[in-house]
């Protein structure tokens, strides 16, 4: 209560990025550790081909920017007090 709406929205646009982040560090550690035994399962594509990589970051991390902001569009235009009068 008492939270602006850019507050709540750079909020959450924090954890989600921090979240998102994680998860790239992560695969582009798995990137670099498999790729070269990919190779074999690959046709036409390089394992370390930075548009397959691009896409393949980018795609899912807009989809999770997306599903994260949805709800907070919702919740900032709620009323806190009739949501607390519902709990």
């Known amino acids: 209560m008492g939270a602006r709406r850019s507050n709540i929205v750079s909020l959450v ?3 989600a990025g921090l979240i998102l982040g994680s998860g790239f ?4 550690l ?26 393949g970051a980018g795609v899912p991390a807009t989809a999770a920017l997306v599903a ?15 949501v607390l009068r519902s709990e």
């Open 13 to 15: 646009r924090r954890e």
């Open 30 to 55: 798995l990137v670099n550790a498999l790729g070269t035994t990919a190779r074999s399962f690959l046709f036409g594509v390089e394992p370390f081909d930075p548009i397959s990589i691009d896409l």
């Open 68 to 82: 994260a902001l949805i709800p907070t569009v919702g919740a900032t235009k709620a009323d806190p007090m009739t």
């Open 25 to 28: 560090a992560i695969g582009m």
